[in-house]
């Protein structure tokens, strides 16, 4: 066969001998995973990505190892320019860091290049490797002929491939090979493949466990006509390169596990450990179905930056997707960072995860409530700034003036948790600019005249001396002038035996200040408003009722 791969390879002068030498093994501590991401730069970032990302990361990072980025560019159809440099900002934006691999501003690493169409040459040696040992052909069936080979399949009901008798140029004369060559025929280089699809062989998933596995028949494509490889050579050759302890992908590559686990044996190869992730699904009336790219926005990691879930949230929620048991470490642990956890790909939910809205939202509260404010002021700024640059620019004017709204009922052990999303914050936080504050709109059971009452005294008695208590003492006041009680266990008794409560005087000051029924502590957000601003709100309101 030494002479068809000179024949097939005349241009390749190195040997795997070399390879093996340019790229030694790494000098790592007993037990650190090498992971890699090896996306296709097709432009779309989606959830299973970051699923994917973060479980490599923690197992990489977890035993003092090493996560790389390598992308499968191969495939040149389906490239998006910029995809690569999307795909990177994303998946940084959400805490997974690259120790080497692929970058904006050009690789990072010993191990490169790190885009596999600038690795050809490397895939020739294997290529010619595999042609010297007899695992390697020249084919060179035109896409006719492959077509009405596969419409035979079909018609008969048979497994459609290039296998069997249907391998056309598996087993052709050495003159026939030289005389296509001779006449310029395009060809791709064809696996030789030893497999028996009646047989069959038990392989271990690090998440699947152990499965039962048909062999590989057909003889797939390693080299395209361009003398590209597809992604299962590439992958191989890399991945034995690069020194990957550990594969993680999703299990749609399972179909594909018997022809890998053939290359890598053929090429002399260790095996890496493999962790097939399940797919990421929601609910769908009563059924589960897979998240979609056409009927869910959510897969996107776009829709939670747009959304304005923190970073941390969603962070947190996907720690809670892959090991069952982070939630019970987190709540032992509250003010710990996430990398203590000790992270295991072995609790990966075997069949996949059920994505959760509602938990999620409320996974993003409880982070939320736990940053100071003065982060609550950046990021919501941040956030705003692009995605409502009106409100942004309001937020960015005087910071000061938003830490102290946020400071409102923050910390403590029972923390407000008002927003789950920066969306949220216009809604809950927007009367303290006066631009976005709702007219006042009164419960209809109470006359005007008694709103309009409470009003005029407040205004007629308050004092911008008054702590929080007096200042209280005094809405309690109005309430037994008006007849009304500060007596809430006497109203409980009985309601109907008073018109209204010190809750409902309070409420009144509430809506008329602030435009809405809840608000943080009035007395606070009068102090953040300024007493004056305040007052004039209450003014206005008493206006309207005249």
Same mark, same amino acid.
């Given at each position: ?73 191969? /495939? ?59 695992? $390697?052909?020249?084919?060179?069936? %035109? ?7 596969? +419409? ?7 497994? %459609? ?13 050495? +003159? ?33 466990? %152990? ?5 590989? !028949?057909?003889?797939? &494509? ?7 490889? %597809? ?13 990957? #302890? ?15 686990? =053939? ?32 009927? /869910? ?7 939670? =930056?747009?959304?304005?879930?923190? &970073?941390? $949230? ?45 938990k999620l939202t409320d996974v993003s509260k409880n982070e939320i409530a736990k940053m100071p404010a003065q982060k609550v002021c950046a990021l919501l700024t941040q956030w705003a700034q692009q995605y409502d640059p009106a409100f942004g620019a309001k937020l960015a004017a005087d910071p000061a003036y938003v830490e102290a709204i946020f400071a ?11 927003? $789950? #999303? ?11 600019? /006066? +631009? ?6 009164? !419960?209809?059971?109470?006359?005007? +005249?008694?709103?309009?009452? &409470?009003l005029a005294r407040y205004l007629e008695t308050g004092d911008p001396a008054d702590d929080a208590a007096a200042w209280f003492d005094r809405i309690k006041a109005i309430t037994e002038e008006i007849g009304f009680t500060t007596d809430m266990r006497a109203y409980k008794a009985d309601p109907e035996a008073f018109p209204g409560t010190v809750a /409902? ?26 007493? !004056? ?14």
């Amino acid at each position: 066969m030494e002479t068809l791969s000179q024949l097939l390879f005349p241009q390749v002068t190195m040997t795997p001998e070399d390879l093996e030498a340019k790229y030694p093994p790494r000098n790592l501590p007993e037990g650190a995973v090498v992971t890699r991401m090896a996306p296709s730069p097709t432009g779309f970032v989606h959830l299973g990505n970051l699923v994917q990302g973060l479980t490599a990361e923690r197992m990489a990072h977890r035993t003092g190892g090493v996560l790389f980025l390598r992308v499968e560019d191969t /495939d040149a159809k389906r490239e998006v320019p910029g995809a690569v440099e999307v795909l990177i900002e994303s998946l940084k934006h959400y805490g997974i860091a690259f120790d080497e691999g692929a970058a904006v501003n050009g690789d990072r690493g010993d191990y490169g290049p790190y885009r596999q169409r600038q690795r050809a040459e490397i895939y020739h040696v294997y290529a010619k490797l595999l042609v010297e040992k007899g695992m $390697a052909y020249p084919c060179f069936c %035109t896409e006719e002929e492959l077509s009405a080979m596969r +419409e035979r399949q079909e018609a008969n009901k048979e497994t %459609t491939g290039y296998y069997g008798h249907y391998a056309l140029w598996r087993d052709r004369p050495m +003159e026939d090979v030289k005389a296509a060559l001779a006449a310029g025929k395009p060809w791709v280089l064809r696996f030789r493949s030893p497999g028996d699809s009646s047989r069959q062989f038990k392989f271990n998933d690090l998440v699947k466990g %152990t499965l039962t596995v048909t062999e590989n !028949d057909v003889d797939h &494509v390693l080299l395209k006509a361009d003398g590209i490889p %597809t992604y299962h050579f590439a992958h191989a050759v890399d991945d034995h390169l690069m020194r990957t #302890t550990h594969v993680v992908r999703g299990d749609e590559w399972l179909p594909s596990l018997p022809f890998h686990i =053939q290359l890598f044996q053929a090429l002399g190869f260790k095996l890496p450990k493999y962790v097939h992730i399940g797919p990421l699904m929601k609910m769908d009336g009563a059924s589960k179905r897979k998240l979609s790219k056409r009927k /869910d926005p959510e897969l996107a990691l776009t829709y939670y =930056q747009a959304e304005g879930f923190p &970073v941390e $949230a969603v962070y947190e929620y996907i720690m809670t997707l892959l090991n069952s048991n982070y939630e019970d470490w987190r709540r032992a642990n509250p003010v710990a960072d996430a990398a203590d956890f000790p992270f295991s790909a072995k609790k990966l939910n075997p069949a996949g995860n059920l994505f959760d809205y509602a938990k999620l939202t409320d996974v993003s509260k409880n982070e939320i409530a736990k940053m100071p404010a003065q982060k609550v002021c950046a990021l919501l700024t941040q956030w705003a700034q692009q995605y409502d640059p009106a409100f942004g620019a309001k937020l960015a004017a005087d910071p000061a003036y938003v830490e102290a709204i946020f400071a409102i009922g923050r910390g403590g052990k029972k923390p407000r948790k008002d927003l $789950a #999303t920066w969306k949220d914050a216009k809604e809950y936080m927007g009367f303290f600019y /006066d +631009e976005y504050l709702a007219a006042p709109e009164f !419960d209809p059971k109470f006359p005007r +005249e008694t709103v309009a009452k &409470v009003l005029a005294r407040y205004l007629e008695t308050g004092d911008p001396a008054d702590d929080a208590a007096a200042w209280f003492d005094r809405i309690k006041a109005i309430t037994e002038e008006i007849g009304f009680t500060t007596d809430m266990r006497a109203y409980k008794a009985d309601p109907e035996a008073f018109p209204g409560t010190v809750a /409902d005087v309070s409420g009144f000051l509430r809506v008329a200040i602030t435009g809405k029924t809840n608000s943080p502590d009035l007395y606070t957000v009068i102090r953040v408003l300024g007493w !004056d601003r305040a007052n004039g709100r209450v003014r206005a309101a008493l206006e309207r009722l005249k």
